[in-house]
Nanobody, 123 residues
Framework: QVQLIESGGGLVQAGDSLRLSCKAS????????MAWFRQAPGKEREFVAG????????YYADSVKGRFTISRVQADNMVYLQMNSLKPQDTAVYYC????????????????WGQGTQVTVSS
Protein backbone atom coordinates (compact mmCIF):
# COMPACT_ATOMS: atom_id res chain seq x y z
CA GLN A 1 0.00 0.00 0.00
CA VAL A 2 1.21 3.46 -0.85
CA GLN A 3 2.11 5.60 2.15
CA LEU A 4 1.53 9.35 2.11
CA ILE A 5 3.32 11.95 4.19
CA GLU A 6 2.17 15.57 4.23
CA SER A 7 4.13 18.65 5.23
CA GLY A 8 3.91 22.40 4.97
CA GLY A 9 1.09 23.37 7.29
CA GLY A 10 1.31 26.24 9.72
CA LEU A 11 -0.17 29.40 11.17
CA VAL A 12 -0.64 32.31 8.78
CA GLN A 13 -2.67 35.47 8.50
CA ALA A 14 -5.60 36.05 6.20
CA GLY A 15 -4.38 36.82 2.70
CA ASP A 16 -1.15 34.87 3.08
CA SER A 17 -0.05 31.83 1.11
CA LEU A 18 1.07 28.32 2.02
CA ARG A 19 2.20 25.33 0.03
CA LEU A 20 1.41 21.84 1.23
CA SER A 21 3.46 18.89 0.06
CA CYS A 22 2.63 15.19 -0.06
CA LYS A 23 5.26 12.53 -0.61
CA ALA A 24 4.03 9.15 -1.80
CA SER A 25 6.02 5.98 -1.35
CA UNK A 26 5.73 3.11 -3.75
CA UNK A 27 4.55 2.94 -7.33
CA UNK A 28 1.71 5.15 -8.50
CA UNK A 29 -0.16 4.11 -11.61
CA UNK A 30 -1.34 6.56 -14.24
CA UNK A 31 -4.97 5.79 -13.42
CA UNK A 32 -4.52 6.96 -9.83
CA UNK A 33 -6.32 10.02 -8.56
CA MET A 34 -4.56 12.10 -5.92
CA ALA A 35 -6.47 14.60 -3.82
CA TRP A 36 -6.41 16.95 -0.88
CA PHE A 37 -9.22 16.88 1.66
CA ARG A 38 -9.66 18.99 4.76
CA GLN A 39 -11.54 18.71 8.01
CA ALA A 40 -12.37 21.65 10.23
CA PRO A 41 -13.36 21.21 13.88
CA GLY A 42 -16.92 19.98 14.17
CA LYS A 43 -17.29 19.52 10.43
CA GLU A 44 -17.12 16.60 8.03
CA ARG A 45 -14.08 15.99 5.90
CA GLU A 46 -14.46 17.65 2.52
CA PHE A 47 -12.83 17.42 -0.89
CA VAL A 48 -10.59 20.38 -1.71
CA ALA A 49 -8.71 19.54 -4.91
CA GLY A 50 -7.67 16.55 -6.97
CA UNK A 51 -5.48 15.60 -9.88
CA UNK A 52 -5.35 12.67 -12.27
CA UNK A 53 -1.87 11.27 -11.87
CA UNK A 54 -1.37 10.32 -15.49
CA UNK A 55 -2.82 13.17 -17.55
CA UNK A 56 -2.73 15.89 -14.90
CA UNK A 57 -6.36 17.03 -15.12
CA UNK A 58 -7.27 19.03 -12.03
CA TYR A 59 -10.48 19.49 -10.07
CA TYR A 60 -11.42 21.93 -7.30
CA ALA A 61 -14.11 22.58 -4.77
CA ASP A 62 -15.98 25.79 -5.49
CA SER A 63 -14.80 27.26 -2.21
CA VAL A 64 -11.14 27.19 -3.29
CA LYS A 65 -11.37 27.62 -7.04
CA GLY A 66 -9.13 30.45 -8.20
CA ARG A 67 -7.15 30.47 -4.94
CA PHE A 68 -5.71 26.95 -4.65
CA THR A 69 -3.68 25.04 -7.20
CA ILE A 70 -2.93 21.32 -7.10
CA SER A 71 0.04 19.94 -8.99
CA ARG A 72 2.20 16.84 -9.09
CA VAL A 73 5.76 15.91 -10.01
CA GLN A 74 5.62 12.34 -11.22
CA ALA A 75 9.36 11.74 -11.10
CA ASP A 76 9.43 12.59 -7.39
CA ASN A 77 6.07 11.06 -6.42
CA MET A 78 5.07 14.43 -5.01
CA VAL A 79 1.74 16.25 -4.92
CA TYR A 80 1.47 19.89 -3.95
CA LEU A 81 -1.32 22.23 -2.92
CA GLN A 82 -0.51 25.89 -3.39
CA MET A 83 -2.91 27.94 -1.31
CA ASN A 84 -3.15 31.67 -1.96
CA SER A 85 -5.39 34.37 -0.50
CA LEU A 86 -6.06 32.23 2.54
CA LYS A 87 -9.15 32.91 4.61
CA PRO A 88 -9.98 32.04 8.23
CA GLN A 89 -12.55 29.55 6.91
CA ASP A 90 -9.68 27.61 5.30
CA THR A 91 -8.53 26.62 8.79
CA ALA A 92 -8.54 22.82 8.99
CA VAL A 93 -6.43 19.70 9.04
CA TYR A 94 -5.46 18.97 5.45
CA TYR A 95 -5.06 15.39 4.25
CA CYS A 96 -3.43 13.97 1.17
CA UNK A 97 -5.26 10.96 -0.25
CA UNK A 98 -4.93 8.43 -3.06
CA UNK A 99 -7.65 6.62 -4.99
CA UNK A 100 -6.47 3.77 -7.19
CA UNK A 101 -9.83 3.65 -8.91
CA UNK A 102 -9.57 7.09 -10.48
CA UNK A 103 -11.51 10.32 -10.10
CA UNK A 104 -13.57 10.72 -6.93
CA UNK A 105 -14.55 13.42 -4.49
CA UNK A 106 -15.92 10.98 -1.90
CA UNK A 107 -13.50 10.21 0.90
CA UNK A 108 -14.92 6.70 1.27
CA UNK A 109 -13.39 5.59 -2.02
CA UNK A 110 -9.82 6.62 -1.25
CA UNK A 111 -7.35 3.85 -0.43
CA UNK A 112 -4.52 5.67 1.30
CA TRP A 113 -4.38 8.69 3.57
CA GLY A 114 -1.66 10.79 5.09
CA GLN A 115 -1.56 11.74 8.74
CA GLY A 116 -2.75 15.29 8.09
CA THR A 117 -1.18 18.70 8.50
CA GLN A 118 -2.76 21.61 10.37
CA VAL A 119 -3.43 24.89 8.58
CA THR A 120 -4.57 27.78 10.73
CA VAL A 121 -5.51 31.14 9.22
CA SER A 122 -5.96 34.05 11.60
CA SER A 123 -8.08 37.08 10.76
Amino acid sequence: QVQLIESGGGLVQAGDSLRLSCKASGRIFSSTFMAWFRQAPGKEREFVAGIRWGVGNTYYADSVKGRFTISRVQADNMVYLQMNSLKPQDTAVYYCALDRGGYSTMDSTFDSWGQGTQVTVSS
